[in-house]
């Protein structure tokens, strides 16, 4: 059985214009982060402790059991920051 001829097809090489050279990472100073991010999670730890402590007469007294929210909201918040964090 004849053996097939095999073609060879030339090597693609992409134009000198069109090869783009690698840029370097721009690394962003995130050092405010984890401070903000601890800070949050405390200020919201802090204020449902007070509330608690002091029978809902503080932080704020006419929110009432919205201080509860509010302090939630705080350490939600903190959660949201550390997604900035690499």
Do not use: E
């Amino acid at each position: 059985m004849p053996k097939s001829r095999i073609r060879k097809k030339a090597d693609y090489t992409p134009p000198p214009s069109a090869t783009k050279q690698a840029q370097p990472i721009k690394l962003t100073n995130r050092s405010w982060v984890a401070p903000v991010m601890l800070a949050m999670f405390l200020i919201g730890l802090a204020w449902i402790v007070i509330f608690y402590v002091t029978d809902g007469s503080l932080p704020i007294d006419p929110l009432g059991n919205w201080n509860i929210v509010v302090g939630f909201g705080f350490i939600a918040a903190g959660f949201g920051v550390s997604t900035q964090w690499k």
